[in-house]
Structures are given as structure tokens and as C-alpha cells.
């Protein structure tokens, strides 16, 4: 079974950083459009799994209007690794952050990383 392995969540203030790292198999990583996704804490409103950014093999980007100008995916193609640098962070996004190819499969969902935004 394949997994997604999330890492680099954590607590920070209003308006701090934090960098999501999410390591692939090399099987999946270097044919896949690959997307983070959220989702919040299950007392929020609307506590589905949502879409935060994806981006393809190429490089192209494309983001939720929520986090649009703060945040940036990228992806290393040599280390098979997707990223998420998250700037101006706000309690809004506290979530639980994952990675998966941009249609979801099922099987590679992992724990996924906290995030926790102070404001």
C-alpha cells in the first residue's frame, strides 16, 4: 500500500511561515499533477477536504482563492517531493494538510501534518 508521507506543520502565530514538505514514491511523483488539500478541525464550519493548490510536471500553478498570494507549491522532481510554503498564515488555516495527486486516489491519503494558527 502506498502512502504520502506529510511533514513540517506545526503552531505558529498570526502572520508567521511554516514549510510543508510531502515525500512520494518516484512511481507516482514523476508522471502526477500533485495537489495539497486541507481540512479543518471537525467543530468548523464546512469541514471537508478541500483543495489548497496544485501544480503539474511542468510547474504550473494554480490556487484556492483563499490562500491566493500566500502560498506557494513547488515540487522537486529530483527527490520526489511536493512543497507548500505557507506566508502570512491566519487561524483560518488551521487544518490538517495533505498531498495525493491532484484527482485523489484513495490509497495514498496519509496521516497528513497539523497545522494551528494562533491568532
Known amino acids: 500500500q502506498v502512502q504520502l508521507v506529510e511533514s513540517g506543520g506545526g503552531l505558529v502565530q498570526a502572520g508567521g511561515s511554516l514549510r510543508l514538505s510531502c515525500a512520494a514514491p518516484g512511481s507516482i511523483f514523476s508522471i502526477a499533477t500533485m495537489a495539497w488539500y486541507r481540512q479543518a478541525p471537525r467543530q468548523a464550519p464546512g469541514n471537508q477536504r478541500e483543495?489548497?493548490?496544485?501544480?503539474?510536471?511542468?510547474?504550473?500553478?494554480k490556487y484556492a482563492d483563499s490562500v491566493k498570494g500566500r502560498f506557494t507549491i513547488s515540487r522537486d522532481n529530483t527527490k520526489n517531493t511536493l512543497y507548500l510554503q505557507m506566508n502570512s498564515l491566519k487561524p483560518e488555516d488551521t487544518a490538517v494538510y495533505y498531498c495525493?495527486?491532484?484527482?485523489?486516489?484513495?490509497?495514498?491519503w496519509g496521516q497528513g501534518t497539523q497545522v494551528t494558527v494562533s491568532s
Open positions: 483543495l489548497v493548490a496544485f501544480i503539474t510536471r511542468d510547474g504550473s500553478t
Open positions: 495525493n495527486t491532484f484527482i485523489p486516489i484513495y490509497a495514498y
